[in-house]
């Protein structure tokens, strides 16, 4: 039916499914080789003269045309068919490969569309919907209903509820809910090596996704200076999957345009989420002034923005999301969609959560915690991604937590069960003092860390709170310098030994990754899949 929604429907496909579009209006201007702006008249005259010449056969001449290019998993969609016989000559050539979508809706809707389309352009339309459908073709338009798969009463709906239909009819969604997705978390109070464990596993993944904010670097290890990440995934420069920025994410957008230039990552590969909130020069300076000092806060801005985006503008600053920043929108894009057409594809996906566990907003020691929820729960949330995609959950450990270093005598980052010194963690590993100090400043903010006792009691509520597959332990040479040198895990001391073997317990999980200095070769993998 004239004005029902074929061309938006069809639009739709192409734009979220990567479909191909066959629109039957350009064949017949092709057939009279006239250009394309041909009248409603003339394209139904033209049509008609095709229809008798061919017996209908003409559109499936140009699909066979079209589909003869394409690879045999391509969707194809045909705008528009008017009788039965076209619809006959495209199932006779592809049989259970076709599915035939029927748009209808009520007349006085069909006229009001027909008199807005007339508006819009100047193309030689009739001058009234009740005069296109004196054409006889036309007026069987609707008789095709009765043998199509399926009907969409596009009156009853938005134009977006049009293609999600018509996606779910022709099995787009997928018709089972996959298990894609792994997701890593830390298990303490972040800075537990969740970058360089993230670059190791990213190459085997078709689709990396960051969330939080860039009061978290993740540092990757690269010769000759290792590469923090702010706000990209770790993976980034180790493999060339597709990118994704959540819509929960707060984002230094200048900070961030530099880590897109310094990893040469173009716009087809990045997207960014409309609605991931963007931090201004008022978040940090009010960071700066209320919470490093009292907190230990990294001041970057991310809590006071995250602020401002839950008071939704009522407490009277302008708030702007990632679609408002110019710069950014070469990137933007609804990150579902990019999520949906993953899922439909069968590809594996790396959800890299920031921060860690212990800093909980929700679940941490309150007021000593980060701005957000760091457990498996919030970071799908911010992404977007449902726990029913979930495959694996890899919960990091480091041998000794640590916690930034406040830059008040007089006020602390947070508790810790029991504090240590770096010289007591030099004493037990054969380390020294001065290396040790040197590697432990903050990958963000460059400040020196505090570090305790591996605290059991929150390796546990961490375990209750992400139900971990898999374990990734890391600083495992602070137990021992001689752990530098594995590259099995039967090379590994006898202590280091029984400390997996506890946190396996604990945990009722494996330890599947092992870290055992800062290298490439660093990684003892001990996974089954």
Not at 220 to 230: G, I, L, R, S
Not at 306 to 325: E, F, N, Q, W, Y
Not at 480 to 493: G, I, M, P, S
Request: charged share 30%.
């Amino acid at each position: 039916m004239v004005s029902a929604g074929k061309s938006t429907l069809s639009d739709g496909l192409v734009r979220q499914f990567g479909a191909h579009p066959l629109k039957t209006k350009e064949l017949i201007a092709d057939a009279a080789r006239e250009d394309s702006r041909l009248g409603r008249g003339d394209l139904q005259r033209i049509g008609d003269l095709l229809d008798r010449r061919t017996k209908g056969e003409w559109v499936v001449r140009a699909l066979t045309r079209i589909v003869q290019s394409l690879p045999d998993d391509a969707i194809v969609v045909v705008d528009a068919v008017r009788i039965i016989e076209q619809v006959r000559a495209i199932r006779r050539a592809y049989g259970a490969k076709v599915f035939h979508i029927h748009l209808e809706a009520d007349p006085k809707e069909l006229a009001r569309r027909y008199r807005q389309k007339q508006r819009q352009k100047d193309s030689g339309e009739f001058a009234s919907y009740s005069d296109l459908s004196t054409n006889k073709t036309e007026r069987r338009v609707g008789q095709l209903a009765e043998g199509a798969d399926g009907v969409v009463k596009t009156d009853r709906c938005t134009k977006f509820d049009v293609v999600v239909r018509a996606a779910a009819h022709l099995g787009l969604y997928g018709r089972e809910c996959s298990r894609l997705v792994d997701v890593l978390v830390g298990g303490e109070y972040g800075s537990e090596g969740k970058g360089h464990i993230s670059s190791y596993l990213a190459p085997e993944y078709d689709v990396l996704v960051r969330v939080g904010g860039p009061n978290a670097g993740h540092k990757v290890f690269e010769d000759p200076e290792p590469y923090t990440h702010h706000q990209l995934p770790s993976g980034t420069r180790r493999c060339n999957a597709r990118l994704l920025i959540g819509p929960g994410a707060v984002l230094d957008f200048s900070k961030l345009l530099t880590e897109i230039a310094e990893c040469k990552v173009s716009k087809d590969r990045l997207s960014i989420d409309p609605q991931a909130m963007i931090i201004d020069q008022i978040d940090r300076d009010y960071e700066q002034r209320t919470l490093v000092k009292s907190i230990g806060s990294t001041g970057q801005g991310v809590g006071a923005a995250t602020a401002r985006k839950i008071m939704r503008g009522a407490d009277g600053s302008s708030v702007r999301l990632a679609k408002d920043v110019r710069e950014l929108r070469p990137f933007v894009r609804e990150t579902q969609y990019e999520l949906e057409n993953a899922y439909r594809e069968e590809r594996k996906i790396f959800l890299e959560g920031t921060q860690g566990t212990g800093l909980s907003l929700h679940h941490g020691s309150y007021p000593h915690v980060t701005s957000r929820d760091t457990a498996v729960a919030g970071c799908l949330s911010e992404a977007g991604i449902a726990p029913g995609r979930i495959r694996r959950i890899i919960m990091v450990a480091r041998t000794y937590p640590i916690r930034v270093q406040s830059p008040s005598k007089t006020k602390t980052s947070g508790p810790m069960a029991k504090d240590l010194t770096w010289r007591t963690i030099a004493g037990r590993s054969g380390y020294s003092e001065l290396e040790l100090r040197k590697s432990e400043v903050t990958s963000t903010t460059a400040r020196k860390r505090r570090v305790g006792e591996f605290e059991w009691d929150l390796y546990r509520r961490a375990v209750t709170l992400n139900s971990p597959s898999d374990i990734a332990l890391t600083f495992t040479d602070y137990i021992d310098v001689q752990n530098a040198r594995a590259r099995r895990f039967e090379q590994l001391t006898e202590e280091t030994i029984q400390f997996i073997q506890e946190l396996e317990r604990v945990a009722s999980a494996p330890v599947s990754l092992i870290s055992t200095r800062f290298d490439y070769r660093s990684i003892i993998d001990r996974r089954s899949w």
